[in-house]
């Protein structure tokens, strides 16, 4: 929190208050800008794994929903792709099998071939 601009030796010095006792510190110019650049860079990350989170959110209920639209047509294919997605994006293996109206375990069967397919392409992640 910013308090003031003080002189200290005649060099103007800002006042901040810091740590939990709000204790009045005083920080130079260039360390007040210093302070200023970390506090918009910590904004901006929290920002960004804000939207990032918003993202992560619409793509899991996006394949949840095409789960039990896949599970309505009888498209096997498409809701073995919407289930890995889903569990891709974060979702439990107890909510794809209940968008799909599946058993839990031909979910988590279906995720461990993804994986053994993803290992045996040459991925390295």
């Known amino acids: 929190m910013f308090v003031g601009v003080l002189t200290r030796n005649g060099v103007p010095h800002i006042a901040v208050r810091v740590g939990t006792t709000g204790i009045p510190a005083l920080i130079s110019p260039d360390a007040a800008q210093t302070l200023r650049e970390h506090i918009q860079a910590a904004c901006d ?8 989170a918003d993202r992560r959110d619409r793509k899991r209920s996006d394949a949840i929903r095409r789960i039990g639209a896949c599970a309505d047509a009888s498209d096997t294919a498409g809701r ?15 909510d794809a ?10 979910v988590r069967e279906t995720w461990r071939d993804h994986l053994g397919m993803e290992q045996g392409s040459g991925r390295s992640d």
């Open 45 to 52: 990350q929290a920002e960004l794994s804000r939207q990032l």
């Open 80 to 94: 073995d792709a919407a289930i890995i997605d889903a569990i891709d994006a974060g979702a439990t293996f107890g």
């Open 97 to 106: 099998a209940n968008a799909s109206g599946l058993a839990i375990e031909h």
